[in-house]
């Protein structure tokens, strides 16, 4: 983990769950960690317990459906450390649902915040990596990028966007520019995720699902150690994350 050791790195979705762990990860192998979400007593906790424990964090609230709030969350960063070394897109959304039950609310938001939010913070950190000719954005894609199941199209649908928008970056920017493109697909996690689901059926088929199968947040946020941590030649593009008991 020495690789991880003196960097900057952004984390957006950090008031909860995987960016919570990641942040406390990453700040504890001595990464300066700068944290984005929309639930600010809920960052500055965050930010609390990092400082006690000799780590250095700062957050700013950031709604990812709005490109001036995440540009304004780089700038923190540009501000503070003058570079950013990794930005972790892990802001998302899965209020799962039936297309016939027609929630195009939901469908929307989730659009806003996992295909969009992730646009968002590639435009806002991609000046400054090309300028750099170094950095790593690491997206949150998950399992349902790969898998299709019933109730879940267009989450499913937002998750492989984006898969294709870290493949599209990493092939455009890693031969010139030397940014590493990662994208992380969990599978069955413990987090707050299900609490956007509406549908109560669909709800509590994930929720008793992650009980019987779920790992933990942080078991996720070493995966993202893992693959910031590597030597500057080396990028881990794609990892996949599954319980041990989870099929599909």
Sequence with gaps: MENIKGKVIIITGASSGIGAATAKKLAGEGAAVVLGARRTERLEELVST????????????????????????????????????????????????????????????MIDVNIKGVLYGIAAVLPIMRKQKSGQIINTASVAGHVVSPGGAVYSATKFAVRAISEGLRKEESPDSLIRVTSISPGAVLTELPSTITDPQ???????????????????????????????GVAVNEVLVRPTTQIN
């Design 50 to 109: 990092i400082r006690q424990n000799g780590g250095e964090a700062v957050s700013k609230k950031t709604d990812v459906t709005s490109a001036r709030e995440v540009q304004e969350l780089v700038d923190t960063a540009v501000e503070r450390y003058h570079r950013v070394d990794v930005l972790f897109n892990n802001a998302g959304l899965m209020p799962l649902s039936y297309l016939r039950d027609l929630k195009i609310d939901e469908w929307e938001r």
């Design 202 to 232: 669909l709800k509590q088929n994930i929720i008793d699902r992650e009980k019987f199968h779920g790992i933990s947040a942080e078991d996720i946020a070493n995966a993202v150690a893992y693959a910031v941590s590597q030597p500057d």
